[in-house]
């Protein structure tokens, strides 16, 4: 089976400009590609872990991509998808960001010589003189066109700022300046960039006078139609520093049943052979499958000691034996308590539990939270620090999230 055919297999591809000549390309070794990553935070997310395994997988067959860091678009905004305006970022901030993609990136793909590249569309978009912008791309671009574009539709309802209006020009603007300075022919990105996506290879087209393509990814959501990749209303980073390595593993671990084969194929790199064998699986079989995702994924991300430790943790807390020395865990500062005692609201906060009292007070309130096996009565309710010595307390949120808290 030859990549595209793998990339159809595994549920990847959503659209493209033409299926022939991607798949000859691409097939071929012979694609030049990029994927844009805005840096609207200091860590990637789980949303983004499908481009960056496309990214490798197009790699491993000798297509060269490139990773485009978009420290110009960010500082407007992709409206795509949202209802609202995205929060404006200083250059500083942009920058910082970055860095940080660029770190993380490295886990995945392959950077050097001869291999793939990393560009920041900071490099030629914020140069761009906004007259001769227009002179040169404006006339390119249909505004009826640009209205029924799917990436601006939600923002429709609620105002379009003419700020976010010129996103789609600056995407399009990328493509066409990497297709002259990178040799670049092909454009990939999740399937709500279609509309961008096309407004590049119509630039080029037109100012150019030859083509380029586009593929999107199938986006990657429950069984419900939701987008995948967040927790409690929070993102699943890939920096251990905001998602640890052990809460990554039990995020893929608890995903529905009807969703696990679905993730094994689009994001792991199991033989497609295997996978297919284990698409009969049910009952008991889905919670091994569930455990192959979340040790697949989490390897990849934070390495196999990581996923090793993760695992151990997650079977010591769940009743398949283990030591749970690597739960993830909070030293707490003895001046967090005030005459020997915490509030257990103060506690989960301090944990990162829950991102504030009023948050941490409602889950007290509905009865999802326990210390050492014993639910917590009230939102009044005081730990003395005595319990936090030796090995700590254990905090259970919910079901299936544990914390250790500890006073050093």
């Not at 940080?100 to 590249?117: D, L, N, T, V």
């Not at 001769?132 to 539709?153: H, I, P, Q």
């Not at 119509?202 to 990657?220: Q, Y």
Request: charged share 25%.
């Amino acid at each position: 089976m030859q990549l595209y055919e793998e990339l159809v297999a595994r549920g990847l591809i959503a659209q493209v400009t033409n299926e022939d000549e991607i798949r000859e390309m691409i097939n071929a070794g012979k694609a030049t590609f990029y994927i844009g990553f805005d840096c609207t935070a200091d860590s990637l997310t789980a949303g983004h872990f499908m481009a960056l395994t496309l990214m490798k997988r197009l790699q491993m067959a000798g297509n060269k991509p490139i990773a485009l860091i978009g420290g110009g678009t960010t500082m407007i905004g992709d409206p795509s998808g949202r209802t609202d305006m995205r929060k404006m970022l200083t250059r500083e901030d942009i920058d910082y960001n970055a860095a940080c993609f660029k770190r993380q990136m490295e886990r995945f793909i392959e950077f050097g010589e001869g291999k793939a590249q990393m560009v920041n569309n900071a490099d030629w978009l914020l140069e761009l003189n906004y007259v001769e912008l227009l002179r040169e791309v404006g006339a390119c671009f249909s505004v009826n066109n640009m209205l029924r574009a799917d990436c601006y539709k939600q923002r429709m309802e609620k105002g379009l700022s003419f700020l976010e209006f010129n996103y789609m020009i600056m995407q399009s603007y990328d493509f066409y300046h990497l297709f002259q300075t990178h040799g670049c022919n092909m454009q990939f990105g999740g399937n709500d960039q279609w509309s961008n996506m096309l407004g590049g290879t119509e630039l080029i087209r037109r100012k150019l006078g030859k083509d380029a393509h586009c593929m999107t990814i199938t986006l990657l959501t429950d069984s419900q139609g939701n987008k995948m990749g967040k927790t409690a209303g929070n993102a699943v980073w890939l920096d251990p520093n905001k998602t640890s390595p052990y809460d990554f593993y039990q995020y893929w671990r608890n995903v529905e049943d009807a969703d696990v084969m679905k993730c094994i194929r689009m994001l792991t790199f199991l033989p497609i052979e295997q996978i297919s064998e284990m698409d009969g699986w049910a009952g008991s079989q889905l919670n091994q499958a569930k455990e192959i995702l979340a040790w697949e994924l989490t390897a990849m991300v934070h390495g196999r000691e990581e996923a090793d430790k993760a695992q151990a943790a997650a079977k010591a807390l769940f009743g398949g034996g283990g030591d749970n020395a690597d739960m993830p865990s909070t030293d707490l500062d003895p001046s967090s308590f005030t005459d020997g005692q915490i509030g257990v609201l103060d506690l989960l906060v301090a944990c990162g539990l829950a991102p504030s009292k009023g948050e941490a007070r409602r889950l007290v309130q509905q009865g999802g939270v326990s210390v050492n096996g014993e639910k917590v009565s009230g939102v009044d309710q005081r730990l003395d620090q005595a319990l936090f010595g030796g090995e700590g307390v254990i905090i259970k949120k919910g079901k299936k999230v544990f914390h250790r808290a500890v006073v050093r």
